[in-house]
């Protein structure tokens, strides 16, 4: 079988698909796009900043895009944490 169905990613919202499935090569893709596009269109300052730029991107795509009707992203460990928190 397939071993990445058997370990599916839990670390992300309320999608839970295998390590190498479409949904994550698609947004993966998405973030080497973002990547293409700001060596190529980008000021000297934004190509420096390359990764930020993809990774911002890349955060963003994911936070708009469902699977099924999940959601990449949300916010639940946010809205439950406290405000602050001291170690």
Request: charged share 10%.
């Amino acid at each position: 079988g397939n071993p990445s169905a058997d370990n599916p990613c839990l670390g992300n919202g309320d999608v839970q698909l295998g390590y190498v499935s479409g949904p994550y090569i698609g947004l993966g893709f998405s973030v080497f796009l973002i990547f293409l596009i700001v060596e190529i269109f980008g000021s000297p300052f934004m190509r420096n900043t390359m990764v930020i730029w993809g990774l911002l991107g890349g955060y963003a795509i994911s936070a708009m895009a469902t699977y099924e009707g999940d959601r990449f992203v949300t916010a639940d460990r946010i809205k439950s944490s406290s405000a602050f928190t001291f170690l």
